[in-house]
């Protein structure tokens, strides 16, 4: 069988559902996985954006650890073809987007309640909700899906927007809480 090759999202180990059959807190889970996938027959990828990302969650030894068996690279953004379908798309989608969020907006300007704190509180979170949720809003994100789409490997992540963005492009992901349980099928065979 030939080697089966994956591309990690820090999401694998940050977020709490993804990490948990690997360890409790980020770091723990980074420890966890290098442990758990030794002798698979498996390629891991990072982008080094990604991986920068990471050593904000997890300690210096966990890091040590994952950079052994993990490859960092970035996708080739020069020779990486992608539909202009897909760019259409995510400009409409960005528009629409927008336009949400300036109906929120205008919803609290218009709101005339003392209490200015909690109505900010709560602009912040629909606003980011309407501008980020299920949509590609970094660039790291974006290395992440190309150097996926470019090893024609397995994204695992759980980030809506590098998933959603995944399908449009044709790559295969698996969501990062059905790692473990794919690990475990390897490790039988």
Request: glycine fraction near 4%.
């Amino acid at each position: 069988m030939a080697t089966r090759k994956f591309v990690i999202d820090t999401s694998l180990f940050v977020n709490p559902y993804a990490r948990e059959k690997f360890g409790k807190d980020p770091s723990s889970a980074v420890l966890g996985f290098v442990k758990y996938i030794e002798g698979l027959d498996i390629e891991l990828y990072i982008p080094p954006s990604i991986f920068s990302e990471l050593k904000n969650f997890a300690d210096a030894k966990a890091i040590e650890e994952l950079e052994l068996v993990v490859k960092k690279r970035a996708p080739n953004t020069y020779g990486i073809y992608l539909p202009a379908a897909v760019l259409y798309d995510f400009i409409e989608d960005v528009r629409l987007r927008i336009n949400k969020g300036l109906r929120l907006s205008e919803e609290f300007a218009k709101d005339n309640h003392p209490d200015n704190d909690e109505k900010l509180r709560k602009l912040r979170d629909k606003y980011r909700e309407a501008m980020r949720t299920g949509i590609i809003d970094s660039k790291e994100d974006f290395e992440l899906v190309l150097l996926a789409k470019e090893l024609e490997a397995t994204l695992i992540s759980s980030d809506e927007g590098a998933i959603k963005f995944s399908n449009q492009i044709g790559c295969e992901h698996l969501q990062a809480d059905k790692f473990y349980p794919l690990l475990k099928k390897l490790k039988s065979q």
